[in-house]
Nanobody, 124 residues
Framework: EVQLVESGGGLVQAGGSLRLSCAASGFTFDGRAIGWYRQAPEKEREAVACLSSSDGRAYYRDSVKGRFTVSSDNAKNTMYLQMDSLKPEDTGIYYC?????????????????WGQGMQVTVSS
């Protein structure tokens, strides 16, 4: 069974840090685009940070550049999102995703497997 399980979300004060983890089972990240999306209340889901395991390309939305870092540990079949200098506008439900046909260029398009989502709340 293909599954992505997220952990590490929660409540943090503005300026703080969180590291999100996403463990995969039933498949590996090899050759897949992997990434993190988020959805704020009453807003559409948006790509936050993505990584292509095939060519190493990374995408970050402008609002998180220099603050967030996406990475993966293929030996553990786990991806991460390190979030520093968090802002209240980073609040939302965060989802990890992986797709063998995903695209990571100056944009990120991943529509394959998704995690269940977890809440990240940044208080001011």
């Amino acid at each position: 069974e293909v599954q992505l399980v997220e952990s590490g979300g929660g409540l943090v004060q503005a300026g703080g840090s969180l590291r999100l983890s996403c463990a995969a089972s039933g498949f590996t990240f090899d050759g897949r685009a992997i990434g993190w999306y988020r959805q704020a209340p009453e807003k559409e889901r948006e790509a936050v940070a993505c990584l292509s395991s095939s060519d190493g390309r990374a995408y970050y939305r402008d609002s998180v550049k220099g603050r967030f870092t996406v990475s993966s540990d293929n030996a553990k079949n786990t991806m991460y999102l390190q979030m520093d200098s968090l802002k209240p506008e980073d609040t939302g439900i965060y989802y990890c995703a992986a797709d063998p046909h995903g695209v990571v260029r100056e944009y990120c398009f991943i529509m394959g497997s998704w995690g269940q989502g977890m809440q990240v709340t940044v208080s001011s």
